[in-house]
C-alpha cells in the first residue's frame, strides 16, 4: 500500500473514531462530566506511557525540561484542550449532541479568525464572505435557542487555540499529547480521590464493564490523535481540511438520528448557513492551494538535456 492511501486510512479512522465518539460518552454514564474527564486524562497518561515505552522515547522527556518556555506552551495547551474535552463531554451527556457538532463546524471559521487577530494575516475576499456567513449563521442559531450557541463557540475557540499553540510547538503527536495529560493528571487524580473519598465515584462501583470503558477513555483519545498525526504526514493541507468535515457530520447523525434531538425549521436554516460558510472557505481554499502548486511548477527551471 502507498503511503498516500495509508494517509487516507489514517484520516478516515481517526475522523471516524471522532464521529462516534458520543455514542462512547454516552455508554460511561452515570458517571458525570468531571469524572469522566478526569478518566480520561489520567488512562491518556497511561496509555501513551506504554506507546513511548514501546517506541523507546522517553528520553525525550529530559531535553523537553530544559525549555521553559516550551513547558509553559505545554501548559497553555492543557488548560486548553481539558476545556474542550469536558465541555464535549458535558455537551454529549446533557443530550446536546447537535451543538456540539456544530462547534466543530465551525472550527475552521474560528481559526481564521485567529489567524487575523493573534497573526496578523490578510484574509482573501472568499474567506471574508465566509466569516460574514458564518457570523450570520451564529445570529440565526442564536435566535433559535434563545440564547447563543455558546457550547459550540466555546468548542470552536478552545481547539482552534489549542491548535494555535500546538502549531507553535510543533510537539509530535504522542510526546504532546504525553506531557499535556501529565499536567493535568495531579488535579485528575486529586479530584478522582476526592469522588472516591465521599463515596459518589462510579468507577468500580456500577459493572465491570463500565469500569472497563473508563479505563479504555485513555486509548479512546490517543488513538485517534495517532492516527491523525500519521494522516497529516501522508496527506496535503486541502485533503485533510476535507477529511475533517467527516468528524462533526457523523455527530449530527447520531444527534438527529439516533439520540432524536431536535432539529427546527430555524436550527436547520442556521446549519445551511454555516455549510454554505464551509462550502465558499473549502473552495477557496483549494483553488489557493492550486494555484500555488501551479506557480510553483512553472517556477520549476526545465532540465536541459546533455550529451
Known sequence: MNQTRLGYLYGFGAYLIWGFFPIYLKLLRPAGPMEILAHRIVWSVVFVALV???????????SLARRPRA???????????????????YGVNSDRVVETALGYFINPLVIVLIGVFFLRERLRPAQWVALGVGGLAVAVLTVDYGRPPYLALVLAFSFAGYGLVKKRLALPA????????AVLALPALAYLGWLTRGSTATFGHVS??????LVLAGAATAIPLL?????ANRLPLSTLGMLQYVGPILQLGCGVLIYHEPMPPARLVGFALVWLALLVFTTDALRTAHRTRAAARAATPVPVPTH
Open 71 to 89: 513547558m509553559a506552551g505545554i501548559g497553555t495547551a492543557a488548560a486548553l484542550i481539558a476545556v474542550n474535552w469536558g465541555t464535549y463531554i
Open 208 to 213: 465491570v464493564g463500565h469500569t472497563v470503558l
Open 227 to 231: 492516527l491523525f498525526a500519521g494522516a
Open 174 to 181: 504522542a510526546e504532546g499529547l504525553f506531557v499535556e495529560s
Open 52 to 62: 513511548l515505552a514501546a517506541m523507546r522515547n522517553i528520553g525525550f522527556l529530559r
